[in-house]
């Protein structure tokens, strides 16, 4: 196995070298045998002691050149011309075997680079855990999202809020380019770095836009679309992001960086779990609002390169349409609903108006309405349940098949805060038992799982988390 280094192929200003730290006592607490199989690096698996020191840092792959990303972000509305991997390194890249598809392998925790600024690069255990156990359970959701191949907890202590022991996970994603990246070179006037830097990306992730007449206009509008589709994903399932800053926005539309951000228990439009987010900023019902900025400041960047300012804001126009047409498709298939119009798509609303009112669990109650399909007694979702029942009724599948189709979209289980929160809690104290029961029951979300029911279930009022914390 030997890893290839496109991106350390480009110019040097794009990035700094680093190197990774080693710490005293590495060990192994994950290891994800179904991502190491399609990207074709099963074969490290059967040597544990050097699984152990090539993903805590300590020993480096054959063929890899580490290095630290420069980028650039809006962080919360403020404009930062420099941020850069201040605590990951990207060992280098891979081509999966399976797909074709080429990934980053990079390691997030592990010691400082150029960019650190004054932190000190490390990790806590805590968001290695959190970021394993939300990123794999968005992918078996069918989510596009970076990806977790491996954790290890290094036997150091990290001084945080209090101490905490050190963890570095090892991060999978189809690329780390961020709308910050783009920012960063046009923040410098830099036109030749943001040229070869459009053009790299535009290879990498939207070949077809390469050979279109407009190429930078062409990604510019791939890019929209698959933002919209991510944003409308996330707002089916209920997942806050909670820090959509445009150093968090990747490009290849594939969700970046698990800090603080929840999936919904009880359902409010307006729902905010970030600690940071003290204006509401990035709440749930924010989020196709907050992409559209993020975009607009990549549109920014991109019309230094071609087209003017109006080419780019019709392209932004169509994010709108998109995300809805995504939104209500998939917000009718949890309803059981095949085809999606204007009164399928009302019933949409009035559902989450009455969750809202209500108070109620939001994956929960999906689960808890189609089971009412096969009650006779008296409503439990009000009116609204009369009247998505005469629909579901007139549907040519009727019940049955609005039931196959509510059973295959709403998750029985997702990775609930104080769930993370419990399994966190348990490996500091060196017990990972909640961690790997997670793992096993997310891998498999649309199940029921005897003897996992527990899963399943909304905190009861002392095990509520309120507020997710900044993923240092
Ligand atoms: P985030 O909020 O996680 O997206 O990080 C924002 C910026 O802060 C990025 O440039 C990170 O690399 C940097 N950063 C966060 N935590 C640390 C740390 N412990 N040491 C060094 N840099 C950090
Ligand atoms: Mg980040």
């Known amino acids: 196995m030997n890893l290839i280094n496109s991106y350390a192929q480009l110019p040097e200003h794009f990035y700094a070298h680093t190197q990774t730290a080693s710490v005293p006592k590495p060990a192994l607490i994950a290891w994800n045998e179904d991502l190491a199989a399609h990207l074709g690096l099963n074969d490290l698996g059967a040597d544990k002691e050097s699984l152990v020191r090539i993903f805590s840092g300590s020993e480096p792959l054959p063929g890899g050149k580490t290095i630290a990303m420069a980028y650039a972000g809006h962080q919360f509305g403020h404009?930062?011309?420099?941020?850069?991997?201040?605590?990951?390194?990207?060992?280098?890249?891979?081509?999966?075997?399976?797909?074709?598809?080429?990934?980053?392998?990079?390691?997030?925790?592990?010691?400082?680079?150029?960019?650190s600024r004054r932190g000190d690069g490390k990790s806590s255990l805590g968001p290695v855990i959190r970021e394993y156990l939300l990123s794999e359970a968005m992918h078996r959701l069918g989510v596009p999202t970076t990806r977790a191949l491996a954790a290890v907890s290094t036997g150091e202590m990290v001084i945080r809020e209090s101490d905490e022991p050190g963890g570095v996970l090892t991060r999978v994603a189809a690329s780390h380019i961020r709308v910050g990246t783009f920012q960063f070179f046009a923040a410098r006037n830099d036109q030749d770095a943001l040229a070869e830097l459009t053009h790299y990306a535009t290879a990498r992730h939207y070949p077809d836009a390469t050979t279109k007449e407009r190429p930078v206009l062409a990604f510019f509008s791939e890019v929209v679309e698959a933002q919209a589709k991510l944003i409308a994903h996330w707002m089916a399932l209920g997942f806050i992001h909670g820090v959509m800053n445009t150093d968090n926005t990747a490009i290849s539309g594939e969700t970046l960086d698990y800090g603080p951000c929840a999936f919904m228990d009880e359902f409010h439009i307006d729902k905010v779990f970030s600690s940071i987010d003290q204006h509401g900023r990035y709440a749930y019902g924010q989020q196709a609002n907050m992409a559209q900025w993020n975009l607009a400041r990549l549109a920014e960047c991109l019309m230094m390169l071609e087209g003017e300012q109006e080419d780019y804001e019709s392209a932004l126009e169509r994010f709108q349409p998109h995300f809805e047409a995504h939104y209500f498709a998939l917000m009718c298939e949890k309803l059981g609903l095949a085809s999606h119009n204007k009164s399928h798509d009302e019933l949409v609303t009035g559902w989450l108006q009455h969750l809202q009112d209500h108070q109620l669990d939001y994956s929960l109650s999906f689960r808890q309405l189609a089971a009412r399909m096969n009650k006779n007694d008296s409503p439990v979702f009000g009116q609204f349940e009369i009247r998505w029942l005469q629909c579901i009724d007139e549907q040519p599948g009727g019940r049955q098949s609005a039931g196959q189709l509510m059973a295959s979209t709403n998750p029985v289980v997702i990775p609930r805060n104080h769930q993370v929160e419990r399994a966190i809690q348990a490996a500091f104290q060196g017990d990972f038992s909640v961690f790997n029961e997670l793992r096993q029951v997310l891998a498999e979300p649309f199940t029921e799982q005897p003897g996992f029911a527990c899963y399943s279930e909304p905190p009861l009022a002392h095990e509520r988390v309120a507020m997710t914390f900044c993923g240092t």
């Open 79 to 115: 404009f930062v011309p420099q941020l850069g991997d201040g605590r990951a390194a990207l060992l280098g890249e891979v081509v999966s075997p399976v797909d074709g598809a080429r990934y980053d392998i990079q390691l997030k925790g592990s010691g400082q680079t150029p960019f």
